[in-house]
């Protein structure tokens, strides 16, 4: 079947259906996911799935069906029950939907190669992952292994003559252990996931990381409840800048919701801090030619040295804020209307080297795991639980865990004075380790 | 645990990546089973059609155990759902949604092999089941198929008044009255987000032992989140109500009140300080609180990682691992409860399944594949979240039992500590047994009263510490309800308790 054609067939149907506007979205993923643990196959599983999304506007007001079952029959009902689902909703002016516009190109979406490598081959690749990261003898067990690769095709068509589709894809290795000493459990884990197959980390890397991860942190101490430095590993620093990414979201802000929804062009946090949103990044895992309604997607900055600088939005936002889309419309499945979300988020590194950032230290805290809600977009408040590494007069003590770390938005944005000079790029979110001057460390 | 050196497979990897790539291609041209499932829904036969009739599973079942293999299943699903939100009092959307199709997985010794199709057609599940057959290298005589039969199981979930006769206009209107109630509740009530959602889901259960069933869940949840703002501070407050019920939910949960609840805790909070940070005793209020046992004792009790030997109660069975007041229960079979299911996605019969009693562990949470590999009864916690994933234990309705004290006498008798009124969302480590919570809304406890209001607070610790120190049990049970996530899989489910005390548990918050 032409997707292609589809799509544009079911706008017109939608159409004469009785919507004013309309738009088909259809989503053709393929998934397999290969498991192994203890030297052999846990899980295999394989997936195909299609569906199709309508969102038709009556009106001014918007009505959403998906399905995916492609009967004719089952198709017309859907668009009916978008069409009556319209009727229910509030007549909003902002409902809209974009033009063809341009394309961005993208390099670099999907690997042709990976459908093209065995199944034997990567399956080979999870058992010899697990087998690297069980080689340290402080590891006991592995929590399993695995490989798994996914590719989607998207066709959006609207009735502003908007036809696009493209297709993407990735792969990706992970690798979970665990070290087993007397009464103490201590996991680890470690993964690479990547556009193309040839970029995958190496084995010995992943391995690697993820037996470190676990046996470091056998026979952590307690440490009292103090104020003191906290140190965010690159990991972890992303869950730190992912609060204010979530507070920037133009929609957010628009209903008082982000504690920065009166801060345009004020300055937050400290000077260190850019932030910069890209969709167009070559191999970017969060890259696209368009986002979830067509809009092409583009390269800006939303925060620079610590001022907010832009906010992001979907087509419906940005009518409501009195702006342009820009390209910010997010799309899970094709089960739901847009939403709005960044695409590859970039922090400019700094001048220090993580362990130079450890030296500066008189007395911290390094973090690496992070749990909890972390950043509230909603206050601005820092609070979750922390595990990692004591640090006094520069050097590293011992580990910790249990510990919980607060502050409140402007003690722990504007106290950021030290950024690292270490970026992973083949992250979504690409984050550089960063220490905040002093937060409150619970403790015993 | 299997150790064996991994036997050279013939999987074909183009035959194997073929069987894959075609399945979307073919889903346009099959034959649909709706209409025969919206008439079951009417109450008529239950599924009708080509590909969910017993001889057809029989079939699907031969072929999935073509290989070898110890055990197959098909599942398939349908799923019609209704979603409709309201932001800032207007209505922004409305999604209607259709989701169908089915699930084949074979396991052999410790080994899964799953392969999911949209399409209900034989084709499709024939072709699912051959994919999902590569994972067996047992061999195996002439399978013949086996015969299907309809197995008895009991119902704990009663409909009134079906979904799908309810007209839409009633579920806007229940939206606009919680709204308005919240809108009303005081002016630094800025705006509210109410969602309504219910579906129904359809399913068919057939494996390899001869079980057919089918039976069909309907699901309501109804959230109000207010947003209170005093143009200095601001609080997100909410209320969540679900049950598998007909649209009678409505008889028994008020929007008005949830509203007004989720209103005062917006308004509460802007008055509230910053939360002290350090060890300390935690009151927790009865019902929702009950979500820090379901993620701190719960998940690490799913037999997954036990069977794997890598849970944090492994060998722990028939031990003393908590306090002796400390009774925790899974029960699948309360009626209408949002984690009641009947049977489970495998299955097997919902159940009472005490877990821990007096302080000592009595069970594990099982699916079949972790009762065979644990050589454990079956307890109906074989759950998924559809047709897409494989069954996996999950918790169903997870409370404390409750016991003798007074809520009023567990405060007046803590000196010092922190009165968790609700919490919000949280995790746990099942390996290292490490969890974390945040707290939506808290008190000081001063002298054995509640005192101001704090926010920010995060608790952590780790689960085995938690229920040796719990040493106050209320006789207030009651109920919350969330989603559990899991593996990538999402859950509905009731978690419960009455008020407990927690002694030193680690409190996160800014100030010293």
Not at chain 1, 252 to 262: H, P, T, Y
Not at chain 2, 140 to 155: M, Q
């Amino acid at each position: 079947m032409n997707y292609k054609e589809l799509t544009k067939k079911l706008v017109r149907e939608c159409l004469n259906r009785g919507a004013d506007k309309a738009e088909v979205y259809l989503q053709n993923a393929r998934n397999l996911s290969v498991s192994v643990r203890n030297n052999d196959i846990e899980k295999i599983e394989e997936a195909d799935s299609i569906g199709i999304g309508f969102r038709v506007i009556v009106g001014n007001r918007l009505g959403f069906s998906h399905c995916n079952d492609f009967s004719d029959k089952s198709l017309q009902d859907t668009i009916k029950r978008a069409i009556d689902f319209a009727k229910l909703t509030t007549s909003d002016e902002n409902n809209l939907l974009p033009a063809q516009e341009g394309y961005t190109e993208v390099e670099g979406l999907y690997d042709p190669e990976i459908v093209k490598i065995s199944m034997d081959k990567k399956i080979n690749m999870a058992l010899e992952l697990e087998k690297l990261a069980m080689k340290d003898e402080r590891i006991t067990d592995s929590s399993g292994s695995g490989y798994g690769e996914r590719d989607t095709e998207v066709f959006i068509a609207n009735s502003n003559g908007l036809s696009k589709s493209y297709k993407s894809g990735g792969c990706s290795l992970s690798v979970g252990v665990v070290a087993h000493k007397g009464d103490q459990r201590s996991s680890g884990y470690d993964w690479s996931s990547r556009r193309f197959f040839a970029d995958l980390d190496s084995l010995e890397n992943i391995a690697k990381n993820a037996a470190r991860r676990a046996y470091e942190m056998l026979d952590p101490k307690s440490i009292q409840t103090q104020r003191a430095s906290v140190i965010f590993e690159d990991r972890v620093s992303s869950r730190l800048i992912g609060g204010i990414i979530g507070a920037l979201n133009g929609l957010r802000v628009l209903r008082g919701a982000s504690f920065l929804s009166d801060s345009m062009n004020k300055k937050f946090a400290s000077d260190l801090i850019t932030i910069t949103d890209d969709g167009t990044r070559p191999k970017g895992l969060a890259s696209a030619p368009f986002d979830g309604e067509g809009v092409p997607t583009k390269k800006r900055t939303l925060v620079e040295n610590g001022v907010v600088k832009n906010f992001y939005y979907n087509t419906y936002a940005a009518s409501r804020a009195g702006t342009e889309s820009t390209g910010n419309a997010s799309r899970g499945r094709y089960t739901s209307p847009p939403g709005i979300s960044t695409h590859n988020i970039l922090v400019p590194a700094g001048k220090h080297t993580p362990k130079q950032i450890i030296e500066a230290t008189n007395k911290g805290l390094l973090v690496n795991s992070l749990t909890g809600s972390g950043l509230n977009t909603t206050t601005g408040d820092f609070s979750g639980g922390a595990e990692g590494f004591w640090i006094e007069n520069g050097k590293i003590q011992h580990p910790v865990r249990g510990l919980t770390i607060a502050g409140s938005a402007e003690e722990v944005l504007k106290g950021i004075d030290m950024l690292g000079d270490d970026l992973d790029m083949n992250r979504s979110m690409i984050t550089p380790t960063l220490r905040v001057k002093e937060m409150q460390i619970g403790g015993v | 645990m299997s150790n064996k050196k991994l036997s050279k497979r013939n999987i074909s990897r183009r035959k194997f990546l073929d069987l894959s790539m075609k399945g979307g291609l073919l889903v346009a041209a099959t034959p649909t089973l709706l209409s025969g499932l919206v008439s079951f829904k009417e109450g008529t036969k239950p599924m009708p059609g080509i590909a969910t009739d017993k001889s057809t599973l029989s079939k699907v079942i031969a072929k999935a155990l073509e290989r070898g293999g110890d055990f197959a299943d098909v599942y398939v699903e349908n799923r019609i759902s209704r979603e409709i939100s309201m932001e800032e009092s207007i209505f922004t959307s409305g999604v209607y949604g259709i989701r169908q199709g089915a699930g084949v997985r074979v396991i052999c010794g410790d080994k899964t092999g799953f392969a999911y199709s949209d399409d209900i057609s034989e084709k499709s599940l024939m072709r699912a089941a051959e994919v999902a057959s590569y994972v067996a290298r047992n061999g195996s005589d002439k399978i013949t198929p086996i015969d299907l039969a309809t197995a008895e199981r009991k119902s704990y979930v009663t409909v009134k008044q079906p979904l799908d006769e309810i007209a839409d206009e009633k579920r806007t209107e229940l939206m606009k009255r919680a709204d308005q109630a919240a809108l009303d509740y005081d002016s630094k009530i800025r705006m509210t987000e109410i969602n309504y959602y219910d579906q129904v889901r359809s399913r068919v259960i057939a494996n390899s032992e001869g079980l057919y069933l089918s039976d069909e869940l309907p699901l309501i949840m109804f959230i109000v989140n207010t947003l209170g703002d005093d143009g200095n501070r601001r609080h997100m407050g909410r209320q969540r109500e679900s049950y598998h019920s007909g649209f009678e939910m409505f008889d028994k949960v008020s929007p008005e009140a949830m509203a007004k609840k989720a209103a005062r805790e917006s308004v509460d909070m802007l008055d509230a300080g910053d939360s002290p940070a350090g060890t300390m005793d935690v009151v927790m209020e009865n019902g929702w609180g009950g979500v820090l046992v379901h993620e701190a004792v719960g998940h690490p009790l799913e037999a997954d990682n036990i069977a794997k030997g890598i849970g944090a109660f492994t060998g722990k069975l028939g031990k003393k691992v908590a306090a002796e007041c400390f009774t925790m229960v899974d029960d699948g079979t309360i009626p209408n409860y949002r984690g009641t299911i009947n049977y489970d996605d495998e299955g097997t019969p919902a159940r009472k399944n005490v877990l821990i009693e007096n302080g000592v562990l009595k069970g594990y949470m099982t699916d079949v594949l972790s009762a065979k590999q644990l050589d454990m009864k079956r307890t109906g916690n074989g759950r998924r979240e559809s047709y897409r994933h494989i069954p996996i234990p999950r918790m169903t309705n997870t409370f404390i039992q409750k016991g003798t004290d007074k809520p009023d006498d567990i405060v007046a008798s803590t000196e010092k500590g922190l009165y968790v009124q609700s919490l919000g969302g949280g995790s746990v480590n099942p390996i290292t047994g490490q969890f974390n919570f945040t707290c939506r809304e808290s008190y000081i406890i001063e002298n054995g009263k509640k005192t101001k209001p704090v926010r920010g607070a995060t608790l952590v610790g780790s689960c085995m510490d938690i229920v040796s120190n719990i040493d106050a049990v209320g006789d207030d049970l009651d109920f919350g309800v969330g989603f559990c996530g899991k593996a990538g899989q999402t859950a509905e489910v009731t978690v419960g308790q009455p008020t407990v005390r927690i002694r030193g548990i680690n409190v996160g918050g800014s100030r010293a």
